[in-house]
């Protein structure tokens, strides 16, 4: 079974700040990885995908790199601002399953 | 483009009552997620339909859980009767189901938010 981990648990720092998020998963032979972004009292709303193939991504101020073989992705954000404060998961697919990390919550103070 | 609706957006129920969520995927898609999400804790499938077709619902508790997606567009989770430990946040998403091996993003609708008493 995959088992996706997600360290920190929670993060707080000062705005203007880059942000670093960690996802480590147990089982390499995924389709692809995904970041979400989760905002109190809502759904989930897709960042990044990574597929298998590739290393990483990168839309705006946010990358995502992707290490299959050891099992990792990292998220950055660079320079954080307010309106990124808000849970990140990451998923892992395997065929059409997600696979998800418990998150990690972001706080940036102004 | 609309997204993913989900009605009731939250609801509170009494143990052992039956309750119902709906959800109506974005138009086109033709794979629909349901996903339950307990606190502080990541998704996990509990039924994916292709078109009006239940694929996957290996993680559904069928004792109590019931699902349907008629004529492949809505679809309604059920639980009769609901447990104390029911109460979480259900999650419906959808795709196109147009390339296979899990290429596709998943777009979530807002959830619906249920607290058993």
């Known amino acids: 079974k995959q088992e996706v981990t997600q360290i920190p648990a929670a993060l707080s720092v000062p705005e203007g700040e880059n942000l670093v998020l960690n996802c480590s998963f147990t089982d390499s032979a995924i389709y692809n990885l995904q970041w979400f972004r989760q905002d109190p009292g809502k759904g989930l709303t897709s960042l990044l995908l990574?597929?298998?193939?590739?290393r990483e991504q990168t839309s705006g101020r946010l990358n995502a790199s992707l290490d299959k073989s050891s099992g990792r992705s990292t998220l950055y954000i660079a320079a954080s601002q307010p309106g990124d404060s808000a849970t990140y998961l990451c998923a892992v697919s395997d065929d059409y399953k997600l696979s998800f990390g418990a998150g990690t919550t972001v706080t940036v103070r102004a | 483009e609309a997204g993913v609706v989900q009605s009731p957006r939250y609801k509170i129920i009494e143990k052992k009552q039956p309750v119902a969520f709906w959800c109506n995927p974005i138009s086109g898609h033709n794979t629909l997620y349901w996903y339950l999400q307990n606190l502080g804790q990541g998704p996990e499938l509990l039924i994916r339909?292709?078109?009006?077709?239940?694929?996957?619902d290996s993680q559904l508790p069928k004792d109590r859980f019931s699902a349907e997606r008629l004529k492949g567009v809505d679809s309604t989770l059920k639980i009769q009767p609901a447990e104390l430990g029911d109460s979480a946040v259900y999650l419906c998403a959808s795709s196109l189901g147009q390339t296979s091996g899990g290429q596709e993003t998943q777009y979530f609708g807002p959830g619906t938010r249920l607290l058993v008493l």
């Open positions: 339909y292709e078109n009006e077709e239940a694929v996957d």
């Open positions: 990574i597929q298998s193939s590739q």
